[in-house]
């Protein structure tokens, strides 16, 4: 992967984004939105149009990678992950699993997004309500619903940091499940049940996966949530 894993979409670029894709579908109520929601409504509405078919190719994962790249604060995020064994690996190493790191978030979010959000066929647009947002200084969290496929709602709530004066997601939940968490769960056990080496293979693994093998619908990988890298354990 060549290209940034972490950057800055300024709000008012993101916000020019959105402008361009009319039709996004909001359902519920509208928070009183600050720039961490401008921002994220407009990284939503972008991701809508990349996944509007539910198809998935190298083509729209090399756009989601650069939507979430400049999105989503992986250094942190990966840190956070990794847990206390992030200090005990050099600056190359931290480097290299953060990459690894942007590399699962981002394919596997687009494929949860893909199969489980109700995404509108005309205008490609996700059905997004945003609830409420609260700052505290430089920390921000802003809580969404996202229409679920078949009915219903998933509840997803973003916690977001201001970076160099940029607005970007260091986590989410799912319904209530952080996504650093759940990779930090599941990376705390292979590296027990195995080593670091063995969880780094087993990321490069999940990343070299053929798209064609989870792009189905029907794929319960795809159905569950986009941190469940490892089935089976």
């Not at 190359?92 to 990459?99: I, P, R, S, W």
């Not at 945003?130 to 921000?140: G, I, K, S």
């Not at 064609?212 to 990988?221: E, F, H, L, Q």
Request: glycine residues 12%.
């Amino acid at each position: 992967m060549n290209r940034p894993i972490s950057g800055c979409l300024w709000p008012r670029r993101l916000a020019s984004v959105g402008a361009l894709l009319v039709g996004l579908a909001i359902s519920g109520g509208r928070a009183e939105a600050g720039e961490a929601t401008d921002a994220l409504r407009a990284v939503y509405t972008e991701a809508g149009r990349i996944v509007r078919a539910g198809a998935i190719d190298e083509g729209s994962l090399a756009a989601i990678q650069t939507l979430f790249g400049g999105a989503f604060d992986f250094h942190s995020a990966a840190e956070r992950a990794l847990g206390w064994r992030w200090q005990t690996h050099s600056a190359t190493e931290q480097k290299d699993f953060t990459v690894l790191f942007a590399g699962l978030v981002q394919r596997g979010f687009m494929y949860w997004l893909a199969s489980v959000a109700s995404i509108g066929r005309g205008g490609g647009s996700l059905t997004v309500g945003y609830l409420e947002e609260t700052v505290d200084r430089d920390q921000a969290t802003v809580r969404t619903v996202i229409g679920r496929r078949g009915g219903g709602d998933v509840h997803l709530d973003h916690f977001m940091v201001n970076v160099s004066r940029c607005w970007m997601v260091r986590d989410v939940t799912i319904d209530g499940v952080s996504l650093v968490g759940s990779y930090r769960a599941q990376f705390d056990h292979v590296i027990r049940t195995s080593s670091y080496q063995g969880l780094i293979e087993r990321m490069q693994e999940k990343i070299s996966d053929d798209v064609s093998r989870v792009t189905s619908p029907r794929s319960r990988a795809l159905n569950g949530r986009p941190s469940e890298l490892f089935e089976g354990q």
